[in-house]
């Protein structure tokens, strides 16, 4: 059901879009941000619209380019990322140059500032089913990760991004690495827009622990799959951290 179909002539919510108390995101306090909007319905001249819409054409385009330079950025970024993994699980440089990481996805989100936080989610918690997701999230925060039993907010920091580990990082290295359950909040003083890029195998690759990882000390945790089942597995499952890997872990 669309917001728009009943918001205007209904004064609750759906049941369906009320999160229970154990997952409502509680208080936080955010920094403040002004966001640049262009109001079309202020530009009254003919002459003054047609050359705003000209302006916005323009910027389109000049988007359209930076974004072009920014996956490439951020494509060499997780390159080095993902090699100094490999470094540290012992495992050849360049194990995830190819398939593994070959598709690239941006995703810009915005979550508007909210009468009441503690009753709403920007995004439900869960778990990338990616190899390693970048996060720009600007100055305001609002990103969360579930750590040692509690939710734990992820400060912004100036020109930094976030690292986060998705379930085929933690399948490659045989659960030597843990995916990071995650969620996004809201917060009643201001608007907040993030830069999520995501690295994903091919949707035909195949996906299983790294080789390298197995010996007597490290058994075998998880079954070879396709990564296009996988996916279809976790979008069934809404990417909850809890079943998502289930039907992929070996018994012991």
């Avoid at 359209?64 to 920014?70: D, P, Q, T």
């Avoid at 997701?133 to 939710?151: A, C, E, H, P």
């Avoid at 070879?224 to 012991?252: H, I, M, S």
Wanted: proline share 6%.
């Amino acid at each position: 059901m669309l917001v728009s179909s009943w918001s205007k002539d209904v004064h609750s919510l759906p049941e369906t879009y009320v999160f229970p108390p154990d997952q409502r995101a509680g208080d936080l306090i955010a920094l403040a941000c002004n966001n640049p909007i262009i109001d079309l319905n202020k530009v009254v001249d003919h002459h003054d619209r047609s050359e705003t819409i000209q302006q916005i054409l323009k910027a389109g385009r000049e988007f359209g380019e930076v974004v072009g330079k920014y996956s490439v950025e951020v494509s060499k970024l997780v390159l080095r990322i993902l090699d100094l993994i490999c470094e540290g699980l012992g495992l050849e440089h360049g194990y995830f140059a190819d398939e593994l990481s070959q598709v690239q996805l941006l995703s810009v989100n915005q979550y508007p500032r909210c009468p009441d936080p503690s009753l709403a989610m920007g995004m439900h918690r869960h778990c990338d089913p990616n190899v390693v997701t970048i996060l720009k999230q600007g100055n305001i925060d609002g990103l969360q990760v579930f750590k040692d039993g509690q939710w734990i907010s992820v400060e912004p920091l100036p020109n930094a991004f976030v690292v986060i580990i998705g379930c085929q990082l933690q399948i490659i290295s045989n659960g030597k690495l843990k995916n990071a359950k995650h969620r996004a909040v809201t917060n009643s003083n201001n608007a907040r827009t993030t830069i999520v890029t995501f690295f994903n195998p091919c949707h035909d690759s195949i996906v299983e622990p790294a080789k390298a990882l197995i010996n007597g000390g490290s058994p075998l945790l998880y079954r070879a799959f396709q990564y296009k089942d996988f996916l279809a597995n976790y979008t069934a499952k809404t990417g909850d951290t809890n079943t998502v890997l289930e039907p992929y872990k070996l018994q012991a």
